[in-house]
């Protein structure tokens, strides 16, 4: 897959469209989620997307293969996501109603088959979306990067331009907030 | 802060990132200790709503118009790349092509003298000069003032 990737960007660089397009299909889904949980915001999302597979075209003359490419391609991304951020170029964030109802970021399973759980699963996610929200922005990023992107430690430390042991460490307080934040309206219910 | 340590274990074992050794460790630490094994629990429902949270498909539209932006910017890119060529290969040629046209008007211009000049040295004799010319003038001169001499 790796391989692909960069031996596709090569391709990339040379001028060639199909290549070019195969790069686009195969990270487009990963790349709009990763915005879209980061913006909160489809048409954000979108248009993140795009500007970041215009870069990444206009930088496969750069890319050395040797590197990972998600690394590479997460590392224009983080970088984009979190300047958006920063400006405060943000259309409004749905809230997580709203973007519940619109499909996202409920976990998937158990939903349609058992309503008593799904309700129970979408009060626990609000919990733990709000407190994803409340993170620092860089530790939010790499948690989006492990776990749902599932880069490995060393390609989040190239994307986030970061050594390893930080982002173990971002990884580790990012979860540690968020057990405080789940831990402390759920202190009543016990371990069961 | 014994508990800190184990819990970014726990961290580091969700991760697929502890060694056997530290595991252990963790695993003891964990048997006796309520508020880690909590730290656990939550962490690990966690990540299994973050992993499990639905992906949303990207807008059909998205594909087409991240290809189109790209060929915009191949054509923007071609029309600077080829100012960027152009500009300094136009005044080259211009040079060039001023040399060369400049050499031909010389070339012309020094032949026809040449040419002129070999016609002038070859006459020898005063009818041969068109009347007015220099050569006539001269001619008439020199002869009409051995003339007069005579
Ligand atoms: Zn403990």
Redesign the interface.
Known sequence: MVDDDADLMSRVAR?E?DA??AL??RH???A??FF?RLTKN?ED??DL??EL??AL??AARRYRAGASFRAYLYRIAANMGLSHLRKGRLRAALSIDAMIDS???????RREDDPAASFD?RE??RR?EA??SSLPRPWRIA?EL???RELS?EEIAAAMGKSVASV?SM??RA??R??DE??GS?EGKG?A | MECRKFRRMISRRLDGAIDSAALEELESHLASCEKCRRFEKLSLSGLSMHRTARELDPPPSLLPSILEAVEARRREGWVGEWLRFAVPAATAAAVVLGVWIGGLIRESYVSKVTQNQTDVLELKYLDEYPPGSFGYILMASSEGGGDGQE
Request: aromatic share 18%; net charge neutral; hydrophobic share 45%.
């Open positions: 001028g469209k070019f397009r686009v299909v487009e889904k990963a709009y989620n879209l489809p999302a979108e997307t795009q597979f215009v075209f206009r499909g996202f970021d409920v976990p998937s399973r699963s626990t996610w733990y407190a994803l948690l492990r776990v749902a430690y173990e990884l580790f979860r540690e968020i057990a789940l831990g759920d371990d």
